[in-house]
């Protein structure tokens, strides 16, 4: 049995699904869901119709429905996520082919699962498979079978067979206030959980906007105290993948890159990968044209809404996010909020419940400035800033002037070369003895 306050409320969570429960799972996860209860002398757990030996992960995709031609368009798809060259997608089928699947431990702590969900939800199976099967998902509570202290022991297990060998997702936040009383496990408080982890993990990614810095139960002053991943573990490795919730493709895109180049991907100051994180949705958006041409939704149903122009006045904090939202887009692909009709709400961003909010007005607090600053005082003033600089620019352009007209008067008493150089200008030249003068 599972505890956890989520801001306000107190909710109970079973870590195992009945028949009728897993039955409701889609058709690629019933693999996943359909766990042995008793370890095997291995800590990995047996999984319904696949070996978990370390033959490499091509194998063990081919003999799951999964066609090679699937498996080389899922490695140029990440080649693409990672922004590196097309070239790159066969480095990565040969990388992704002949490594072992790496063990995996996930974690829930002040959570809606939300990122579970997208982890294990895909329209195409045969996509959703290869992400599956890139990872050996040895500890999680809402897809493994067992329960109690066998679910403990498989975790346990895991943490001594594979020291710094395994890789940590924390998916919530960890209430810190009351001794960490308001999310435990067995009896035991999630943030000593998550330190336990964590220590001897080869990485830990903190999927998600809560376990990035605390979330919606940090938002308006929680009760809880939750606090993100990296508040946690200090001086470990690190990945953050925020938003709400966290893309998949991304949460991929990592492990790959670690099976690929042996080391996980350049991270910005806040810990999200640059390929990620590292551009602003604004420069992104196909909505972008419509925002260069002033053609913005007013209201929503309007003209301008059917049409698809620039969600900015109706709260989009697309230029104040950094997201990789409108390339990698959702449900395999397919579209992103915006696509949809909806402006972003800055979810992949610090603190975005309070700073990001109300959503549906346009940047009424910028970030950096006092909380009574908004988005249009901000700019009046860079407006005058800007106007008061081309009047300087103006009066020291005029003085100058005025300075080298004085310096050709002046010289103009003098001879022609010396009110060249006063002019800048070079000497004109001598007329040629006998020539014409």
Not at 45 to 63: A, N, R
Not at 152 to 159: D, F, G, L
Request: net charge neutral; charged share 20%; with cysteine.
């Amino acid at each position: 049995m599972r505890e956890c306050a989520f801001a306000h409320r107190r909710y109970k969570r079973h870590a195992t699904f009945g028949t009728a429960g897993t039955s409701m799972l889609p058709r690629h996860t019933l693999r996943y869901a359909e766990r042995t209860t008793t370890p095997r002398s291995s800590p990995r757990m047996t999984v319904v119709g696949m070996k978990l030996t370390d033959e490499g992960i091509l194998s063990q995709v081919l003999g799951s429905r999964v066609s090679r031609r699937t498996f080389l368009k899922f490695s140029a798809g990440m080649a693409a996520t990672l922004a590196l060259p097309a070239a790159y997608g066969a480095r990565i089928a040969r990388a992704v082919e002949g490594a072992p699947r790496i063990p995996v431990i996930w974690l829930e702590g002040q959570d809606c699962a939300g990122n579970t969900e997208g982890f294990l939800r895909a329209s195409h199976p045969s996509v959703a498979e290869i992400v599956l099967d890139t990872l050996s998902v040895d500890y999680h509570e809402t897809i493994m079978a067992a329960a109690g202290d066998a679910a403990e022991a498989s975790r346990k297990a895991t943490m001594d067979a594979y020291p710094n060998g395994y890789i940590l997702v924390v998916e919530g936040s960890i209430p810190l206030n009351d001794d960490g009383v308001y999310c435990t496990v067995g009896g035991r408080t999630f943030e000593s959980m998550v330190r336990e982890a964590g220590e001897n993990a080869l990485a830990t990614i903190a999927v998600g906007s809560c376990a990035f810095d605390g979330g919606l139960p940090m938002a308006g002053g929680g009760p809880t105290g939750a606090v993100g991943v990296r508040d946690l573990l200090p001086g470990k490795t690190v990945i953050n993948l925020p938003g709400c919730p966290m893309n998949v493709q991304n949460l991929t895109a990592t492990i790959v890159h670690y099976l690929t180049f042996k080391e996980f991907p350049a991270t910005d100051a806040l810990g999200r990968p640059l390929f990620a994180y590292g551009q602003l949705i604004h420069d992104q958006c196909e909505r972008r044209a419509h925002y260069e041409s002033g053609e913005y939704v007013l209201a929503w149903g309007d003209e301008g809404a059917r049409k698809g122009w620039c969600l900015y006045k109706m709260g989009c904090k697309g230029p104040e996010t950094y997201a990789n939202c409108p390339t990698a887009r959702f449900n395999d692909s397919t579209s992103w909020p915006v696509k949809a009709g909806h402006g972003c709400v800055g979810c992949t961003m610090p603190n975005f419940w309070d700073q990001m909010s109300p959503f549906y007005q346009r940047l009424p607090v910028v970030p950096g400035f006092a909380n009574d600053v908004t988005a249009d005082q901000v700019g009046l003033g860079l407006l005058g800033a800007v106007t008061g600089l081309t009047a300087v620019h103006a009066g020291a352009s005029y003085v100058r002037s005025r300075r080298q007209r004085n310096q050709v008067v002046a010289a103009s008493v003098a001879t022609p070369a010396a009110a060249a150089t006063a002019l800048d200008e070079p000497e004109p030249p001598a007329a040629e003895e006998g020539g014409e003068q």
